[in-house]
């Protein structure tokens, strides 16, 4: 979290060119799945793909360049990062428009240093909202003044809607003088008493024995209850028939983006241009509609 804005960085290693890549999609695909901003980078040793076009050359850079624009992702190195031969092998990827800045610096070893600047503000606004705690009220002051009221002199001079205002009045008086509040982190997510058991669990262990199996396997379990809790709370907010919360849920997976990545036209060829990429939208959104649309007589006929 930085400036508010909730960034995930990736760093990864593809120790060869001919290594299996399956593992390390599987792995990046799972750390894209989520509303944060992404940011990966890595030494990839993909030599043959020429990222200005979106071509590769290989099969094994053929399926990591179908991995990245499958996922929306932007590279934006644009220079050797190794030397003799010069081959960009140091990549740095995006899925949103964080990127403020980044440049290959001088020779580090066998490789360039990269700098990465995102646009994020240098102080983090803590969110908070007030929740009012009625299992902890005054319910004794609230009774005796409600009790003690001479309710007949209160409405005497009002019609039925003064009355139920001055009623109104006076029950949120009563609420803000003896309800207490409490300020809660809207950013921080509270997890079940299950979640919380295995975090502990796997920091124990961490503690007394590091990056054992035992840790891993702790991880593991953690990582599996996670995911079935987002998916339980997910169907929760989308099946429980409440329009509110349904809307809820859909801002709340809302992406402020305006940026889309590079696109590919029938040919092949990258689309990078805005005015481009929203004719090729028109076009395959007009094909698909046309092709509905021939479908449905077909089945009238």
């Known amino acids: 979290m930085a400036g508010g804005v909730s960034i995930r960085i990736v760093v990864g290693y593809h120790p060869s060119h001919h290594s299996k890549l399956d593992g390390m999609i599987s792995c990046l695909e799972f750390l894209l799945s989520t509303r944060k901003n992404c940011v990966i980078l890595g030494d990839f040793n993909m030599p043959h793909i020429s990222w200005p076009s979106l071509t590769a050359s290989d099969s094994h850079c053929k399926k990591f360049l179908s991995f990245v624009t499958k996922n929306g992702l932007t590279q934006h190195i644009a220079s050797p990062t190794r030397l003799m031969p010069d081959n960009i092998l140091d990549l740095c990827f995006t899925n949103t428009n964080i990127l403020r800045d980044v440049r290959v610096g001088d020779l580090f070893s066998d490789h360039k240093l990269i700098h990465v600047t ?18 902890k009220a005054d319910y004794a002051s609230i009774n005796y003044l409600l009790s003690n009221t001479d309710w007949v002199l209160r409405f005497s001079s009002l019609n039925a809607d003064g009355m139920y205002e001055n009623l109104l009045s006076f029950l949120h008086e009563l609420i803000a003088c003896y309800v207490p509040v409490k300020a809660i982190n809207t950013l921080s997510k509270r997890h079940s008493a299950e979640i919380l058991k295995l975090q502990k669990a796997k920091l124990n262990v961490w503690r007394k024995e590091g990056n054992s199996t035992n840790y891993k396997n702790k991880s593991a379990d953690l990582k599996v209850a996670l995911i079935k809790e987002e998916r339980r709370v997910n ?22 983006n305006q940026e889309i990545g590079t696109l590919k036209n ?29 479908s449905t007589k077909e089945l009238r006929n």
Do not use: Q
Not at 119 to 134: G, Q, W
Not at 266 to 289: R, Y
């Open 118 to 135: 995102l646009s994020v503000k240098n102080r983090t606004k803590k969110v908070t909202k007030e929740i009012k705690l009625f299992s």
């Open 266 to 294: 029938d040919s092949g060829a990258p689309i990078n241009c805005d005015s481009e990429k929203v004719e090729l939208f028109s076009d395959s959104f007009s094909k698909i509609i046309m092709s509905n649309l021939i």
């Open 235 to 256: 169907d929760e907010k989308l099946t429980n028939g409440s329009v509110k919360d349904f809307f809820k849920f859909i801002n709340s997976r809302y992406k402020d």
